[in-house]
């Protein structure tokens, strides 16, 4: 896990979009270090950061390496935060995760992200926003949404392959584009 906290001081939108830490993937991100941060609450992203598309199950290296990351070092409690609208608990469950998603205010579907989405997190888990981590594969559902609440935020490299939307949105040429807008040398 590569650091870029220490370099920045966010002001403008844009800067919110970029995350505190970088991780080549779920079993990079340095708990260790988060919990010095004051992290006690894990939120992670589900889809290309924690399974690949098209698998349906959790791989069990990431299940052991999370449910060991909190028990080693005590985290409150460990949330998947999803725009995914399926159920999960096919992948909470094994984790004793909770799990957030999408859900409908007056005729708006909340969801990453939203303010509303990471406001009503923070609530459940009666906590504020430096005491939380989110840790996902999308500058602007998890690192923009969890920077704008306060929360500290990894960027992870997306496990697999990209579902078709990010393809046509070229969402990575984008992302790799912002990042390198702050850090010329970054290479995702
Ligand atoms: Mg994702």
Same mark, same amino acid.
């Given at each position: 896990m590569k650091a870029?906290?220490?370099v920045l001081q966010r002001k %403008?939108?844009?800067?919110?979009f970029i995350p505190d830490f970088t991780a080549t993937g779920i079993l990079d991100v340095d708990f260790a270090r988060l919990k010095k %941060?004051?992290?006690r609450h894990i939120l992670v992203d589900l889809d290309l950061t924690l399974r690949k598309k098209r698998i349906y199950s959790l791989d069990p290296e990431i299940k052991a390496f999370l449910l060991e990351a909190v028990k080693t070092f005590d985290f409150k409690s460990l949330s998947i935060a999803s725009n995914n609208m399926t159920p999960l608990r096919r992948y909470a469950n094994p984790l004793n995760a909770n799990i957030f998603q999408p859900y409908i205010s007056g005729l708006i579907l909340v969801r990453k992200p939203n303010a509303l989405f990471?406001?009503?997190?923070? %609530?459940?888990?009666?906590?504020?926003?430096?005491?939380?981590? =989110?840790? $996902?594969?999308?500058l602007r559902g998890d690192v923009y949404g $969890? %920077? =704008?609440?306060?929360m500290q935020t990894v960027l992870v490299e997306p496990r697999g392959n990209d579902y078709?939307?990010?393809?046509?949105?070229r969402t990575r040429h984008r992302e790799l584009k912002t990042m390198q807008k702050y850090f010329p040398d970054y290479e995702a």
């Open positions: 870029y906290r220490h %403008n939108k844009e800067d919110f %941060n004051g992290v990471y406001q009503r997190i923070l %609530n459940r888990l009666k906590a504020s926003g430096h005491e939380c981590v =989110m840790i $996902g594969d999308k $969890g %920077n =704008m609440a306060g078709w939307y990010d393809r046509i949105l």
